[in-house]
């Protein structure tokens, strides 16, 4: 990554098939070989702060880094319904989904609307 440059993601511990395991990530020192770090966004590149620009312009920068390590990936970008997204988290069997608009700025701190977390929790949805 080049200097001065700041990414937000999530260390995620996956099983033998390659799907998320959160009680692999909970016991790490034996699941070192299976975390990978899953990149989601884009703060600051070479000093300059991003935050102000939409997500869709900082996804499209961050895909023009090139990073050193296979362990860090780009979290992948659907633009699929609500609908189709949680059908396919219940379909894989995953913990959720996280939805963010496309034009939504990065505001530190906040909960304003622009993006949504929707877990599901043994056919619960939370």
Known sequence: MPDNTVIDGEIVALDETGRPDFSLLQNYRSA??????????????????????????????MRSLKFSSPLVRLCEQFDSSAEEMIA????????GVIGKRKDSKYETGKRTGSWIKHRINRGQEL
């Open 32 to 61: 070192a070989k299976q975390t990978s770090y899953f990149a989601f966004d884009l703060l600051v590149l070479e000093g300059r702060n991003l935050t102000s620009l939409p997500l869709i312009e900082r996804r499209q920068l």
């Open 88 to 95: 396919a988290v219940r379909q894989l069997g995953v913990e």
